[in-house]
């Protein structure tokens, strides 16, 4: 069994959904986790970065933590045509000096104007 | 404030051989990891470097390896290239006082 899972989709949405995206861990020894945005033949971008349980929001993305599930979730909000990329999911543990970061495989978002 | 940067971009190379690749990190980060790429496995660890030791290690061989420097740029070395080392190749740095990684945009590297 993976530390993260993922599904890597494709998942293809109209233009103005609501996206849904998630990711479950088995490591409760998790401490932060992130979403990072993945345009084709680019390095990652980060885009949220928590390290609690709960809602972050910030625009039209927002983040949630459910450390008693292992479940963590990224909400696109009006989703655009500009936002069609992958969307990788990651955990960490330890700090800058001496961190692991785990990814998922990503899933890949289709947004049809 | 510049990005991470990595050289070269594209690098074609027949197996065998081997490759060096270079990542500059943001400026003021120590922290440097390096992940490779693949369609079937996604991002994989491969080690991290911190004040020019490396602090963890991912499950590669030791084909694959790496060192930072004084200024906290970076180099990987892959050497006696397989088939199967085709991949992009991502640095990213982070800070003392973040957990945050910022990726570069990566080199791709192809092994005929």
């Known amino acids: 069994q993976k530390e993260v899972e993922q599904d890597p989709g494709p998942l293809s949405v109209p233009e103005g959904a609501i996206v849904s995206l998630n990711c479950t861990y088995s490591n409760s020894a998790f401490q932060y986790f992130m979403w990072y945005r993945q345009y084709s033949r680019k390095g990652p971008e ?13 625009g039209r993305f927002t983040a949630q933590v459910d450390k008693s599930s292992k479940y963590i979730s990224l909400f696109i909000r009006d989703s ?34 | 404030k510049a990005g991470v940067t990595q050289t070269p971009r594209y690098l074609i190379k027949t197996r065998g051989q081997q490759v060096t690749l270079s990542c500059s990190p943001i400026s003021g980060h120590r922290s440097v990891s390096w992940y490779q790429q693949t369609p079937g496995q996604g991002l994989q660890f491969l080690f991290e470097y911190f004040s020019e030791t490396q602090r963890n290690k991912g499950n590669f061989p030791g084909r694959f390896s790496g060192r930072q420097f004084s ?9 006696t290239l397989e088939l199967g080392d085709s991949a992009l190749y991502l640095c990213a740095s982070s800070s003392v ?3 945050e990684q910022f990726f570069g945009p990566g080199t791709r590297l192809t092994v005929l």
């Open chain 2, 97 to 99: 006082r973040s957990n």
């Open chain 1, 46 to 58: 980060l885009l949220m970065y928590t390290y609690s349980s709960g809602n972050k929001e910030d």
């Open chain 1, 80 to 113: 655009q045509p500009s936002d069609s990329a992958t969307y990788l999911c990651a955990m960490g543990i330890g700090s800058g000096g001496y961190q692991k970061v785990t990814f998922g495989i990503g899933t890949k978002l289709q947004v049809i104007p």
């Open chain 2, 71 to 79: 200024n906290s740029r970076s180099e990987m070395n892959v050497s």
